[in-house]
């Protein structure tokens, strides 16, 4: 992903899904934004992990599936996401 290697082929390998959330940090080197303009109002790109768990925590709803794809600890993201919907559904 930071090479950019797939970026001209991302939006249509992401096509069936009915949102995207990507992390684009301002260091990334190419923009993820236009990479993924074919997925229209689906596509949302985050700038830092703070956005993309506050987006997340948003739209996901009970029922929703959810997949994370990271090569590293991705900021402890998964916890954290697991853990904020686990605090909205306690106050649900």
Not at 11 to 29: E, K, M, N, T
Not at 52 to 78: K, P, Q, V, Y
Request: hydrophobic residues 50%.
């Amino acid at each position: 992903m930071r090479a950019g290697v797939h970026r001209d082929t991302l939006a249509d390998s992401l096509r069936g899904a009915d949102s995207v959330w990507l992390y684009a940090p301002a260091d990334l080197g190419w923009d993820a934004a236009q990479s993924l303009a074919a997925l229209g109002g689906r596509a949302h790109v985050a700038r830092d992990l703070d956005e993309l768990l506050a987006g997340l925590g948003a739209e996901l709803r009970a029922g929703d599936h959810a997949l994370l794809m990271s090569n590293g600890g991705f900021g402890g993201l998964h916890e954290r996401l697991l853990a904020a919907l686990g605090a909205r559904a306690a106050h649900a």
